[in-house]
């Protein structure tokens, strides 16, 4: 390890012309500069593609340009022009690729022809199409039961893809559908439903035109779905007060220059985004929405003894809900003690952003894997769903929660069903378009998916996009088990680690990605997406595919249910044809898409119904119900005076597995990710010294060793007891039975470690 300085705090705001020049610098480095810009400016546009990077939907407001930075990232790893074919791998062995870093096997380029493992020389080599797909058929049908397969999805795939693919899974005979959602937002699509009936987000982007106040909680908009930025400049411009809550003070949401002004660009200006910060102990969010719960009634009393109006949305209460006193209740007797030794905040700071809450009209939340990545993250929304009911912020315009969704496509492919948990009257209509049985036994997610390899009860695993090997718990335990399998096959655009932790067979199959033109027999093709507020809009391709030799992720679909089962009831063939055909059948069996070919012709595309807008409660009661929790803590406390909570996050310069560049420039880190921020006092009583070399060992009682080593210590602002590193990088210490109690999401954000001195 060198010994030079490699942290600088960032003091510039962000965005402005450090995003700028990041933006130029991507697009020269991977070769795209000309191709690359004009694909940007199709880029979220009504005839173009959608951004590849996140589920952010586009703003109503007309605007030239419609990307960010690290939109531009995405789409430049993606517009590359740097390939691998058959001379890549034939110059390589799996063994020494493995020995690259994830930066390495990106910066290679994109994949160009289907590649199979060849065990006698330890080599990827060229496979056609059929006889890939005739090894994944018979692999399959060699299974002794079809839930002896895994078919993993990430959150890239279109609507069309994802649909075709459950319905084959389904017809095969499994609802085993892992999801990268499952280690996401699947506390928002499980906790919800208990809540206001739905497993979705409330608010449209309009809302933050109308809003009062807006909190965000765990969630990094400036580098995860940094057109939020525009948003939040536009209500602070207003005078809307945001709280963040977050145990990092993220930069872009301490100050902001939006790229696309060019006042405040050539001026050098930048607006203040958070009008309070919270530095919330990791796992105290819970504590503070119940202060902020209790801050409401108890200014909604004095209110109501002055004679002044009402603070609670008595009416909506009474009206729509179910469970108030309880949970109100239990937000009285909660001492401020309590929520002041959990939180890490100060009494008078809760008061505060309570009385914000208290007296705004309408109040937007949002928030992101801060909030979903604990094993509490379920019951941590729920609360939030409480304090939002307390003021009647579902129905009403400038109101509602936000969970602010990763992957461009992921809240769709749930809506079309790619869930391990589907309901009975789905599968139903199903059955009644389709013409088979599905099987109604629930599936795997991904941890049960990975305990399924481990017990060797998993024989092939399928993975439609993403990197399931590198963003799963326990990544080395997991590396070993995925070794066992029969046959492995990664779907995917770029080379990535799970193809190089492969099973006795293998397959990488390269496909057309979002910004490349796909035609098929019957014409230019599209595709649809679902963004993180319910608009289902199109996508269309305008760049040349990487190889001639691609296929669309739907023709993969397809071709794979055509060599596995040779019986089926399903025209597979037709849908490669003809992608309205697909179209057509989800709107068979799900009546929210009805006229789907015609209503994804208007230019924004359409809103799925979301009945918490309408004041419609699907739930068992009928009502939004108040659900009570009894406590505080976002996670168990562990016995051990040396803890510290781990919170595994993303760094400016990646997409989940996917790393741009080793700086994470807003936090003031350079050139490398080994690094663990902690709180100055923390490291004072440890003994360690500012940057020097640490261990980080997990905290558990399983026996196993988890243990990460060649990290740099770095004094960061943070909470006491709080530390930070990058993921993927420290998956290794995260175990796989911690994870999120009602969801099963692992909890990433509140690992028990302890850091030693190296
Ligand atoms: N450029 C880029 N964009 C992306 C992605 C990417 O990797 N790169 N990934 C996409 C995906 S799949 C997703 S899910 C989203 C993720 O986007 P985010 O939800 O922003 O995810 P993270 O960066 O993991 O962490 C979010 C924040 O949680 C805070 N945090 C940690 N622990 C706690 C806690 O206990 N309480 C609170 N209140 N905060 C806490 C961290 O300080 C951090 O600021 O972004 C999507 N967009
Ligand atoms: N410790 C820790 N672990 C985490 C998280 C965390 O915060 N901390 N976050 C979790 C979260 S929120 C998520 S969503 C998961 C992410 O898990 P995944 O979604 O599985 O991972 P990605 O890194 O997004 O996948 C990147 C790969 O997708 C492929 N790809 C890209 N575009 C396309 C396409 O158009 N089609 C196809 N077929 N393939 C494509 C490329 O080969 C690329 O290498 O990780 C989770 N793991
Ligand atoms: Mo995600």
């Not at 209509?429 to 795997?444: D, Y």
């Not at 099973?503 to 910004?515: D, F, K, T």
């Not at 807003?666 to 990710?673: E, N």
């Not at 210590?713 to 709080?722: K, N, Q, V």
Request: some cysteine; proline content about 6%; overall charge negative.
């Amino acid at each position: 390890m060198s010994d030079e300085v490699k942290f600088r705090p960032y003091t510039h705001p962000a965005g402005g012309w450090g995003a700028a020049k990041a933006t130029a610098r991507v697009l020269l480095e991977q070769s795209v500069v000309t191709t690359g810009s004009r694909a940007l400016l199709s880029m979220n546009h009504p005839h173009g593609f959608k951004c590849p990077s996140c589920a952010w939907p586009n703003p109503d407001r007309e605007k030239t340009l419609e990307f960010c930075e690290n939109g531009a990232k995405a789409l430049a790893v993606e517009a590359t022009k740097r390939r691998i074919g058959r001379d890549f791998f034939a110059a390589h062995t799996v063994t020494e690729l493995m020995e690259r870093s994830d930066y390495w096997l990106e910066q290679q380029g994109r994949l160009t022809e289907p590649m199979r493992y060849d065990a006698a020389t330890d080599r990827y080599v060229p496979c056609d199409w059929d006889a890939a797909f005739a090894m994944i058929g018979d692999a399959l049908r060699a299974l002794d039961h079809p839930d002896q397969a895994e078919f993993y999805t990430s959150g890239r795939t279109s609507n069309e893809a994802a649909f075709l693919y459950s319905v084959f899974v389904r017809e095969f005979g499994t609802n085993n559908f892992p999801d990268c959602s499952n280690m996401c937002h699947e506390p928002t699509s499980r906790g919800l439903p208990a809540s206001i009936g739905i497993g979705k987000g409330t608010v449209i982007i309009n809302d933050f035109a109308h809003t009062e106040a807006i909190f965000i909680i765990g969630q990094n908009t400036g580098t995860n779905s940094p057109r939020m930025m525009t948003e939040l400049v536009h209500a602070r411009k207003r005078g809307v007060p945001i709280v963040v809550i977050n145990p990092m003070p993220e930069r872009a949401l301490m100050r902001f220059t939006e790229p696309q002004d060019p006042v405040k660009m050539a001026t050098f200006g930048s607006t203040e985004i958070a009008s309070e910060f919270c530095q919330v102990r990791i796992g105290g969010d819970i504590a503070v929405i119940k202060g902020m719960m209790k801050t409401l009634l108890e200014l909604d009393d004095a209110a109501r003894a002055a004679g002044t109006p009402r603070l609670l949305d008595v009416d909506f209460i009474a009206a729509h809900t179910d469970g108030f006193d309880a949970v109100a209740q239990d937000a009285r007797a909660t001492s401020w003690a309590d929520i002041v030794a959990v939180s890490g905040l100060e009494e008078a700071q809760i008061r505060r952003i309570g009385a914000i809450y208290a007296h705004a009209g309408a109040s937007i939340v949002c928030y992101g894997m801060g909030i979903t990545q604990h094993q509490q993250g379920a019951r941590a929304i729920q609360q939030i769903a409480n304090l939002l009911m307390m003021k009647g912020n579902f129905g009403r315009a400038g109101g509602g929660i936000c969970p602010v969704r990763g992957h461009s496509n992921v809240q769709g492919d749930r809506t079309v069903g790619i869930d391990e948990k589907p309901t009975p009257a789905y599968l139903a209509r199903l059955q009644a378009a389709f013409g088979f049985t599905p099987p109604s036994e629930h599936g795997h997610h991904v941890v049960e998916s990975v305990k399924a390899m481990i017990d060797g009860r998993a024989r092939v695993f399928i993975g439609m996009g993403g990197n399931f090997i590198h963003a799963i718990p326990d990544t080395p335990i997991a590396y070993r088990a995925m070794a066992t399998l029969d046959l492995t096959v990664g779907i995917a655009t770029k080379l990535n680690r799970g193809h190089l932790v492969h099973g006795r067979q293998a397959l990488i199959l390269p496909v057309i990605a979002r910004s490349e033109i796909d035609i098929q027999a019957s014409g230019p093709q599209f595709v649809t997406l679902e963004d993180a507020m319910s608009n289902v809009g199109a996508s269309r391709g305008v760049l040349e595919p990487a190889s001639p030799h691609l296929l669309s992720e739907i023709e993969i679909v397809c071709r794979m249910a055509k060599a596995t089962l040779p019986h089926s009831v399903v025209p597979w063939g037709t849908y490669i044809d003809d992608y309205n055909l697909i179209r057509d059948k989800i709107a068979e069996v799900y009546p929210d898409f009805a006229d789907f070919n015609v209503r994804i012709h208007e230019p924004k595309g359409f809103h799925l119904y979301n009945p918490p807008r309408h004041r419609e409660w699907r739930t068992a009661t009928g009502k939004a119900n108040f659900l009570p929790f009894a406590g505080l803590a976002m996670d168990p406390p562990v016995d051990d005076a040396a803890m510290l909570r781990l919170a595994t996050v993303r760094s400016h310069d990646q997409y989940n597995t996917t790393i741009y560049s080793n700086t994470d420039r807003y936090r003031g880190v350079y050139d490398t990710r080994m690094v663990v921020l902690m709180n100055a006092d923390d490291m004072r009583d440890r003994a360690i010294a500012p940057e020097s070399p640490v261990v980080l060992e997990t905290l558990s009682d399983d026996g196993i060793v988890r243990r990460v080593g060649d990290l740099r210590a770095l004094p960061y602002s943070l909470p006491r007891g709080a530390v930070a590193g990058y993921y993927p990088e420290l998956n290794p210490l995260l175990p796989l039975d911690h994870f999120d109690e009602i969801s099963g999401t692992p909890a990433a954000k509140s690992i028990p470690v302890r850091v030693v001195a190296a």
